[in-house]
């Protein structure tokens, strides 16, 4: 499944494809930008599509098999404009508001923001009629799961962009219900005759004995007691929050059981939970470079086997498929209770590919993109293909029953292997798919255990913040207030976390998010909830 540390949840700021509007309305009106199509002989159509991929996967995306196969199977040749994920954002900003338009942006990853403005400025088509008219399989999508026709829909009634749908489980139950899971290294417990720890205290004490103990048994004080990465995603430790109060989110939204919408950092279980953080920080317990660290420095040292606990959705990006970790399951606080946040998340994303006004063969486009959404072809674009005679495959495939069926990983990263052959950009992949289309993913099976059977009885909320597609006019100021809002919150949490001033400065901090808009923020949020919930 999609791994969370990508960071679906905040609203982006003000790109610079929003801030050169002017550009966007001059191309859109006089200059002939992007490719124009071009047919060869055998009547194949050429389209140019930018998007993006990982460093671990071929420059030409037509070098990937399920692209090989697409083009083939749909005669039609994309011209790909593909960049590195760490560039594709400033890439693509530049290319819009150079008016330099692509016929469509394939895994765009566009915020509802940047999408009412692009469509706004022309930039971007509205996209019903293409799907009426030309898109079997979507519509066939949206027919057996309806909820996403609303959530895809504009407040002015359009659809700009095509989405990604991911579905496993649904409720409590559903498989992104929780973000970061909590990774114990069980062999140094065992070796140190330690139990699983059932409380923060425990928890402290544990971490205690991993720094002092030499549970790695090599004499030398290696151990890292506990990492994570300091920002919002599936390596962020805020887990432990929930055994505090009412837990953290990424995008700090969290509805109460009375269907309020509360602010996390706001509320003395969040003050209670850094404040423990803090005691941990003082104690030495925790990894000298989890304030600065990144994504490959955490998982280098994840490797080598040096974490007491970690956090991330799936162990086996990180310490590899073995036995040495297992989940820790939630800790209660210190008034004996237990709680785990239920995530914001879904598998959803509304903006995973547009179709820009310089496209002059739209129908082509359409049906293109509409075998995207075809069930098995979804599925490969998610996880990889079968059949590639030069890489390791993810799947096999059983024509008579027309499934694919994953193959074991033998080992191997399921992230790294999905990076080097998925495509992404727009798919859906019902929980009906499952036994009929495809098989459960062992690293799913696991994680869907892990929620069911661990996490899910001890969420105390009922509810999650929903997926609100907010107007333009909330999402200028949501745009506004989180730039700041959510920049003071992680810079305060990471300062107290070092520095263990958060009861001596907290009335100070509560001002500072009323003078940076928290009112207003949750204004709309609470209004955004309202709507969603009574449509």
């Not at 989180?482 to 992680?490: G, H, K, P, S």
Request: hydrophobic share 35%; glycine share 8%; net charge negative.
């Amino acid at each position: 499944m999609e791994n969370n540390r990508k960071t679906r949840f905040a609203l982006k700021s003000a790109s610079a494809a929003v801030i050169a509007s002017a550009l966007l309305l001059s191309a859109c009106s006089g200059k002939e930008s992007g490719s124009s199509p071009s047919q060869d002989p055998s009547g194949k159509v050429t389209l140019a599509f930018m998007t993006q991929s990982s460093p671990l996967a071929p420059a030409d995306p037509n070098e990937k098999l399920i692209n090989k196969r697409l083009e083939e199977k749909m005669n039609v040749r994309i011209d790909w404009i593909n960049y590195t994920k760490d560039a594709f954002v400033e890439k693509r900003n530049l290319a819009m508001a150079s008016g330099d338009f692509p016929d469509a942006i394939f895994d765009a990853g566009y915020g509802d923001y940047e999408l009412l403005k692009l469509a706004k400025d022309g930039a971007i088509i509205p996209l019903n009629d293409l799907i009426d008219r030309h898109m079997p399989n979507f519509k066939k999508v949206l027919e057996e799961a309806p909820e996403y026709k609303s959530m895809i829909t504009a407040p002015d009634g359009n659809i700009y962009a095509f989405p990604w749908i991911e579905e496993l489980g649904s409720g409590k139950e559903r498989i992104q219900a929780v973000d970061a899971v909590p990774w114990i290294n069980v062999e140094w417990l065992d070796k140190l005759g330690l139990e699983m720890p059932k409380t923060t205290e425990e928890l402290k004490d544990v971490l205690i004995a991993f720094k002092t103990r030499d549970p790695n048994g090599n004499g030398h004080a290696d151990e890292i007691p506990l990492s994570f990465i300091n920002k919002p995603g599936a390596e962020d430790l805020v887990f432990l929050f929930g055994s505090f109060g009412l837990g953290e989110n990424p995008d700090h939204a969290v509805v109460t059981n009375e269907g309020k919408v509360v602010f996390a950092p706001a509320e003395e279980g969040y003050r209670n939970a850094v404040g423990y953080i803090g005691e941990l920080y003082k104690e030495g317990l925790i990894d000298v470079e989890a304030i600065t660290q990144d994504w490959n420095t955490y998982v280098a040292k994840g490797k080598d086997q040096k974490y007491g606990v970690y956090f991330s959705w799936d162990k086996a990006n990180i310490t590899g498929d073995n036995d040495s970790y297992a989940v820790m399951s939630p800790l209660a606080g210190p008034d004996g209770r237990v709680n785990v946040a239920q995530t914001n998340a879904l598998g959803f994303h509304r903006g995973r590919m547009v179709i820009t006004s310089a496209n002059k063969n739209l129908e082509t486009t359409a049906k293109w993109v509409d075998q995207m959404y075809d069930p098995i072809q979804s599925v490969q674009n998610n996880w990889g293909t079968y059949g590639d005679e030069t890489q390791q495959n993810i799947f096999e495939y059983d024509a008579e029953k027309n499934m694919l069926k994953h193959l074991p990983l033998n080992g191997t990263a399921p992230v790294e292997l999905r990076d080097k052959t998925s495509v992404g950009g727009p798919l859906a992949i019902l929980d009906s798919y499952y036994g009929k289309y495809t098989t459960l993913p062992d690293d799913a099976k696991e994680r869907m255990r892990i929620v069911k059977e661990v996490m899910a009885p001890h969420m105390q909320s009922d509810f999650s913040m929903p997926n609100v597609f907010h107007s333009i006019e909330e999402l200028e100021r949501l745009t506004t207030i989180e730039t700041d809002l959510f920049a003071y919150v992680l810079r305060m949490r990471t300062e107290w976390y070092q520095n263990g001033k958060i009861d001596e400065q907290w009335d100070g901090y509560l001002k500072e998010l009323d003078r940076l808009g928290l009112k207003e923020w949750l204004e709309i949020k609470q209004t955004g909830y309202d709507r969603a919930a009574n449509p």
